[in-house]
């Protein structure tokens, strides 16, 4: 029987952040009808509290390994990101400084649509692994996500919010939607 008060796989910041990681992924699973600006709205709002839950994930040693388990496959990322490309048109490349490269002084070109669904696979999968409801499953999905946030998706918020904050700002952003998604505000 599992002591489920003393279990770290489903504590608050654990909770927390497949809250979190779902709602990311639901709204982009559903975001085919929504607008540029209601798009901009949610990742300006959701992306910064996806970094916090992040950077709060407890180290985990996973028991079993094999547990480890991936789930989005390339045409679901191929959907995600043209359907954002799509969306973003002129507006999806931008340029910043990559701390991680090996010259740091030059400006790389990125694609906002590129690095939001890069985070939605590695969201998508930590969610779909934690679901399983094993102690196993759940370890790996929050030992793997911490890993990723540290070396992949925590470096693509960074990067983005920038980029995402210039659009909303922007006086020529098309103002057709102005609701505010899933009452984030």
């Not at 399983?132 to 370890?139: D, E, L």
């Amino acid at each position: 029987m599992t002591d489920y008060k003393n279990d770290i796989t489903i504590s608050k910041t654990i909770l927390e952040m497949v809250t979190v990681a779902n709602e990311y992924c639901h709204y982009l699973d559903t975001s085919e009808k929504k607008s540029k600006k209601g798009v901009l709205d949610f990742v300006n709002r959701i992306c910064p509290l996806l970094y916090l839950k992040g950077s709060l994930l407890p180290d985990i040693e996973v028991e079993d390994p094999d547990a480890n388990e991936r789930f989005v496959t390339a045409e679901n990322w191929e959907t995600v990101f043209t359907l954002l490309r799509d969306k973003f048109v002129k507006d999806d490349e931008f340029w910043f400084i990559d701390p991680q490269h090996v010259n740091e002084d030059e400006p790389l070109k990125a694609s906002l649509a590129e690095n939001l669904a890069d985070l939605y696979q590695d969201m998508k999968d930590f969610i779909l692994l934690y679901q399983k409801n094993t102690y196993a499953a759940r370890q790996n999905a929050i030992a793997e996500c911490k890993r990723l946030f540290e070396s992949h998706w925590g470096y693509r918020i960074a990067n983005i919010m920038p980029k995402v904050h210039h659009l909303l700002y922007d006086k020529d952003l098309d103002e057709t939607d102005l609701d505010a998604p899933f009452g984030l505000i």
